[in-house]
Each structure stands twice: as C-alpha cells, then as structure tokens.
C-alpha cells in the first residue's frame, strides 16, 4: 500500500514538473524572441542610415565601401528573419503544447490530494485495526459497491438498517468517511450466498 502510494506520487509530481517545465520553455522561446526582434529592428534601422543618411555619401564613404557595408547588413538581416521565424514558430508549437498540457496540472494536483487523503485514511485505519490488517488496503464506497455488485446507494442503506458489511469509519460525525476491508467484504459475499431461491 505504502510503496503504490509513492509510486503513484512521484509520477504525479513528475507530472507536474513535466508542465512546468514547458512552461519555462514558453517563456524563454518568448523571451529570446523579444530579443531577436530588437536585434532585427537594429539592423534595419542601421541599413536605412547607410542608404538614406547623406553623412554615409560624404568623402568617408567610397560608393564600393558603402555597398558592401549595405550588404552586409542585408546577410544579418536576412539570418536574423530566418531565426526569428524559426522561433516563433517553436513558441506557437510550445504554447499549443502547454495549453494541452495547463489542466492536466490542475488535475494532476487534485489526484496528489487524492491519493495522498487516501493514504492518509489507509494508515489512519490501519493503526486503529492494529497490525494484523497492516497491510489490506481499505475501499472506498465506490470500489466497495462495485465488489460487491451493489450501487453505493443500496450499499449506503444497507449500512443505516444494519444489513451491510461491517465497514471502518476514519473520524467522527455524520460526514465521516466510510472505508470497507477487503476480506471483510469477502467474508460478507460468502455469508449472502444462498442454496435456494425459497431462502
């Protein structure tokens, strides 16, 4: 019980760190995509001086020079599209990833709660029946009724007439929760069967 308990947990937070993870990823695509575009915007604006700045046509610059520093600008800014492209389209694929993967967190977390509740209620039933049932898991309703075949309701109500099998309640009070042994609910199998219809 105590080792599917962890097992169980550590592939929820596995999980959990997965998506986090990507959204980490999201944001640092995001990130080196504003720096690719003020890196592009750079670029451009230094091809508009060479071309339209007349300090750039001056005795400085040689026409020849002046066209191949124009050139130059106009390789890194085609590289700088292409990474920028590039980018962009790992941020959109990363974003559809994430937004997939957002309310499998929100669900993991309530699973961790689950599991962990149970296994809290497990070893909390477990120290009440001492050590001989140490390690027979306790059910909940729904897997209760299902062995037995019942609905959780005809199951509820055979508790209140006193008609049911024996169960385990983990606290006080009317909204306490019910648990059911498996070899308690076994034994009560055997004890309902029948050897005639008159019965």
Same mark, same amino acid.
């Given at each position: 019980?105590? +080792?599917? #308990?962890?097992?169980? #947990? ?17 944001? !640092? ?9 003020? *890196? ?32 130059? %600008? *106009? ?26 993967? !957002?309310?499998?967190? !929100? ?11 149970? %296994?809290?209620? !497990? ?12 390690? *027979?898991?306790?059910? +909940? *309703? ?37 648990? #059911? ?6 034994? #009560? ?11």
């Amino acid at each position: 019980m105590k +080792k599917d #308990y962890w097992v169980r #947990y550590r592939e929820g937070i596995a999980r959990i760190v997965a998506i986090d993870v990507a959204r980490s990823s999201v944001v !640092a695509v995001g990130e080196l995509v504003k720096e690719a575009v003020q *890196e592009l915007e750079v670029v451009r604006a230094g091809i508009r001086k060479l071309r339209d700045d007349p300090a750039c046509r001056g005795a400085k610059w040689e026409r020849a020079r002046l066209s191949s520093e124009i050139a130059l %600008h *106009e390789r890194t800014e085609r590289r700088l599209v292409i990474k920028l492209a590039a980018l962009i389209d790992h941020e959109l694929r990363a974003q559809s990833e994430l937004s997939k993967l !957002a309310p499998a967190r !929100a669900a993991t977390m309530l699973l961790l709660d689950a599991i962990t509740a149970d %296994h809290e209620a !497990a070893i909390s039933g477990d120290l009440s029946q001492g050590e001989e049932d140490q390690d *027979e898991p306790l059910l +909940k *309703e729904e897997r209760a009724a299902a062995f037995l075949g019942l609905s959780v309701k005809t199951l509820q109500n055979k508790r209140v007439l006193g008609d049911g099998p024996p169960y385990v309640k983990l606290g006080p009070g009317l909204r306490a929760p019910v648990r #059911y042994r498996l070899s308690v609910l076994r034994a #009560y199998a055997e004890s309902c069967m029948g050897r005639s219809s008159a019965e």
